[in-house]
């Protein structure tokens, strides 16, 4: 589905990732895995247009997207949770899941996909009405999952989702994921600093380090490495 080919981009004069070659396929679990300041985010930018890459290939089930803008992009359906999750706290959290039906598919399944968002996480129907805004940072990170699913994605992004929260609800957020990955043949791209989940939920795995690809196998694979255990496990 995902296949991107020695992929090069940064920021005006300052190269960041080099030569990165990569593949997603249909309901899978990849794992993208590696420090601060890795590049981790870059590719995700890279991927979805925010940024364009200098040189490489990114072939989404057989079309070129690497000069392609962002909103091209994400019509083709990927679909990303932004490192921060970015949602419009003023808003109610129903406002913020209908932003998330942003084409005609996506608003004409709205009330079906709205049901099911609400069944991943009844939390969010119980405070639909309230300001997104007051929510808890675990309740803001289900709120920008359910609505990058409601966009109906055929590639789910999802950068740094532990961030700040607690382990059980990072937990219930990879579930989803998975049962996406495993009941609807999405494929998934998490992107993670902490490795020992992500290997946990994910089939695969690449290690980014310096802006190149390091490492790279099965989760299990990955977790019996030397090199991952020692630098990332601390064991
Ligand atoms: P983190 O887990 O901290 O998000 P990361 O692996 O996602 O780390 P990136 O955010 O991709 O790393 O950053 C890789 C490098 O690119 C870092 O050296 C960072 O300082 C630099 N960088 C990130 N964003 C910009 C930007 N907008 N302009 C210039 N340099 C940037």
Redesign the pocket.
Known sequence: MLKVEGLKA???A?N?LWDISFEIADGEIVAIL????????????AITGMIRPSAGSVQFNGEELAKKSSRAILDHGIIQVP?GRQIFTEMSVLENLEMGAFNKQAKAAFDKNLEMAYTWFPKLKERSKQAAGTLSGGEQQMLAVARALIGMPKLLIL??PSLGLAPNIVDDILAVAASMARKDGIAVML?E?DITKALACADRGYV?EN?HISLSGTSRELESNEHVKKAYLGI
């Open positions: 940064g920021y005006g300052i960041i590696g420090s601060n300041g890795a590049g981790k985010t870059t590719m995700v930018r490192e950068d740094e992107v600093q980014i802006g």
